[in-house]
């Protein structure tokens, strides 16, 4: 089982992409796809005219602020558009692909996050109406049926609070939690990046390899978006996942080109 | 097994109509919901400033004419928010829904038209990018694989083509091939009127009681929309499902007031 998570960057070429998921399903290797949508998800929310807010938490953190409107255009990109396009692109390719989002059959279980600390203008702020929360389970028995039944999944990161509710959850992480559930072998990372860079942001001081007991050492080299790479990372290798590979999702057969060694290979 | 289908106008109560949806699944009776999104996909395309082209076919029919643009507000709105959020009121309720469309896992199958041959200021045009799609197959081994898993499936009406392309289907015509498919006893057509009218537009002269085998002697009674209903009706009576019900959406308890004989039975 390979569970590979890609990126909702600009620069994706999901046609390409898909290309090489039906390659690397021909060889009889089982995967799940979390995907993500984020500049399309801001396209369409400001074309609707309610354009994305990020807030910077008390710590630092920055992350999209997700209220009942923010929620509906991320559902309508992420579950909607990107979903099912990447269904129909992989369903032209042959692969009997199955998109759902978390939320469904709450595949992913989330613990909401009651209330957000944000730092506006040098003050702080108490937000109560964000719908983010942090993954505390996986409802593996659905997606092994799912799995059994022949079809490939393609995952939305939004999962189920405990009252019912759509959240925002952390792609990175969402992918890690399904490798754990699904006892995968191998959890891949792709983004815009070549993998982990000692020397953010230039590409020439890739980490080719990482070894798992010194992932936690490595949270301080990774810088912005790939923080939560790292985390997620760490919690899959705790979690009993033998591999995880961060590799570039811009270039020609990613998936077979990261499986080749190229990325930072962290086993 | 109960098959419903409730159409996407801009009446419906959507809360309420999971309500009932959760009290009569609470009563042991398995539910499969086909939903709609048609004014809200009208309104989200108009609003990213590509508004919905409605073509006149050389017969009479309109429909919407679903280029790829139109087809990427289908996906947000259908498979996206409609879909998302039904599937979060009936979690918020108690109740394991499990949203996807046709497109996944082929639960759809459909021959794409390939040219639409329309009417427009007097002259016939052929328009060969139309994505829509007549449905010939339904994968009722997944479906009820989903059923016996224990969710409530939630379906937009999407399928998948030959070729593995997105299709804009019926959906009071995939409620009635998925019903028949899954060998259900009951189709529920709900909409925004009480049922068939003997004269549309008066709800006065509501049609109560249709025996099967009358049902084709009403296609000429049936106006606009609702033709697709009775011919649905047809092809779920043909195929097996013992009772069909059209009734309205847009009251309280829709569900029990149907089945209770309020909108018009053919069994």
Known sequence: ????????GAELDYPALCDDIAAVSARGI????VHGGS??????????????????SA??????????????????VYAGKI???????????????????????????AERKATLRIVENGKQLLLRDDRTGTIDGVNSTLLNTLCAAGVLPVIAP???????????????????QIAVALKAETLLLLSSVPGLLSAFPDESTLIR?????????????????MKKKV??????????????????????????????????TIA
């Not at 089982?30 to 796809?33: C, T």
């Not at 129909?88 to 759902?100: H, K």
């Open 231 to 264: 985390m997620g990372a760490a919690e899959a290798l705790t979690g009993g996942v033998a591999t995880v590979i961060m590799a570039d999702a811009r270039i020609s057969n990613p998936i077979k080109q990261a499986l080749d060694g190229n990325g930072t």
């Open 83 to 109: 979903n099912k396009r990447i269904v129909e692109l992989l369903q032209q390719r042959g692969i009997n692909a199955f998109g759902c989002s978390g939320l469904d059959g709450q595949i992913l279980r």
């Open 30 to 33: 089982d995967i799940v796809l």
């Open 39 to 56: 500049h399309e998800t801001n396209r369409i929310a400001t074309a609707l005219g309610t354009p994305p807010r990020f807030v910077t």
């Open 209 to 225: 390899s990482i070894p798992r007991s010194d992932i936690n050492a490595y949270m301080d080299v990774a810088q912005g978006r």
């Open 59 to 76: 710590s630092g953190h920055v992350s999209r602020y997700t209220d009942q409107t923010a929620m509906d255009s991320f559902l309508m």
């Open 1 to 8: 089982m390979l569970v590979i998570r890609v990126g909702g």
């Open 158 to 176: 939004i999962a189920c609070s405990h009252q019912g509710d759509a959240l925002n959850v952390d792609g990175d992480r969402a992918a890690a």
